[in-house]
């Protein structure tokens, strides 16, 4: 392969992948790039759908919206309700869907632009 996103979804592996990633660049030669879904967004996309404006924050607002839009039968609405924390009930899946479509639209660009050769990872120096 030349070019492979690992598209990530789990904020407890970035400090881990971004540790090692420089030894995948040098060991595969090829463009080879780790980003997270939620890097696909900024604030002026997530703002017409986010309340709190903020994100990705875990089971929070952001990430319940997104649940809600692809896998609603995981979410526990009856035990957001009952927490004391209450901005995860803010969250729609209309709102989910609407960033989802966001983040596959810009993940999709950004693979486009890694096989047109416009975003490629920079190989750090073997020391």
């Known amino acids: 392969f030349e070019h492979i996103l ?21 060991r595969l030669e090829t463009n080879l790039q780790f980003h997270s879904y939620w890097d696909f967004l900024d604030d002026e996309a997530v703002s017409p759908y986010l309340e709190t404006g903020r994100f990705p924050g875990h089971a929070q607002e952001f990430e319940t919206a997104f649940a809600l839009a692809v896998f609603p039968e995981n979410v526990r609405e009856d035990a957001m309700q009952d927490q004391e924390d209450k901005e995860p009930l803010s969250a729609t899946a209309e709102n989910g869907a609407a960033m989802v479509e966001t983040i596959i639209t810009r993940v999709a660009a950004h693979v486009q632009a890694m096989i047109d050769g416009e975003s490629v990872a920079d190989v750090p120096a073997f020391h």
């Not at 407890?12 to 030894?23: F, Y």
């Open 6 to 26: 690992v598209l990530n979804g789990h904020g407890g592996n970035v400090a881990p992948c971004q540790g090692i990633w420089g030894q995948f660049l040098q």
